[in-house]
T-cell receptor, first 115, second 113 residues
């Protein structure tokens, strides 16, 4: 079993839809959870990060962490064509986070928002 | 503040050759990590440097090596290139002591023929 599982999609939605992107993980030591957005031919861009369980909101984006289920989600409200990209989840345990070292990534979900 | 820069952006090499990729982190960031990204394996961690020392290494063969300079700039080297080394190589920097948030550069796309 891989440490982080993420459905690769592709996920196609119409403009204005609410998008739900998800990752599951197996390592209960993970405490820091990140979402990156990667446009074609670009490097990943940090969207949000959360610590432990709970929700975090930033504009149209909401990140949720359910540590009891080892499940994280990213919701995008009022999706726009400019949101079309690959979304990667990434995780880290406490010691790795504080050391700024290796993140464990999901393989990414490709999202396409049509106008 | 300028972001992470990587050079070159694109590279084509032949099997058996070696290649050196360069990364300049965000000013003030002292930690630099390297990742390999392929469609099949996704993002895989190569190694991480801090203050010119390699602190963490992923599961890659010894053909992959790196170093960091006193100004935090980093290079990675791949010797005896194989076709399977074709990938996007990403560099990420983070500001140790503040958080582990990593900021990525645009990557170097390496094609081995």
């Amino acid at each position: 079993q891989k440490e982080v599982e993420q459905d690769p999609g592709p996920l196609s939605v119409p403009e204005g839809a609410i998008v739900s992107l998800n990752c599951t993980y197996s390592n209960s030591a993970f405490q820091y959870f990140m979402w990156y957005r990667q446009y074609s031919r670009k490097g990943p861009e940090l969207l949000m990060y959360t610590y432990s369980s709970g929700n975090k909101e930033d504009g149209r984006f909401t990140a949720q962490v359910d540590k009891s289920s080892k499940y994280i989600s990213l919701f995008i409200r009022d999706s726009q064509p400019s949101d079309s990209a690959t979304y990667l989840c990434a995780m880290s345990d406490r010691s790795s986070w504080q050391a700024g070292t290796a993140l464990i990534f999901g393989k990414g979900t490709t999202l396409s928002v049509s106008s | 503040k300028a972001g992470v820069t990587q050079t070159p952006r694109y590279l084509i090499k032949t099997r058996g050759q070696q290649v050196t990729l360069s990364c300049s982190p965000i000013s003030g960031h002292r930690s630099v990590s390297w990742y390999q990204q392929t469609p099949g394996q996704g993002l895989q961690f190569l190694f991480e440097y801090f203050s010119e020392t390699q602190r963490n290494k992923g599961n890659f063969p010894g053909r992959f090596s790196g170093r960091q300079f006193s100004n935090s700039r980093s290079e990675m080297n791949v010797s005896t290139l194989e076709l399977g080394d074709s990938a996007l190589y990403l560099c990420a920097s983070s500001a140790l002591g503040q958080s582990g948030e990593q900021y990525f550069g645009p990557g170097t796309r390496l094609t081995v023929t």
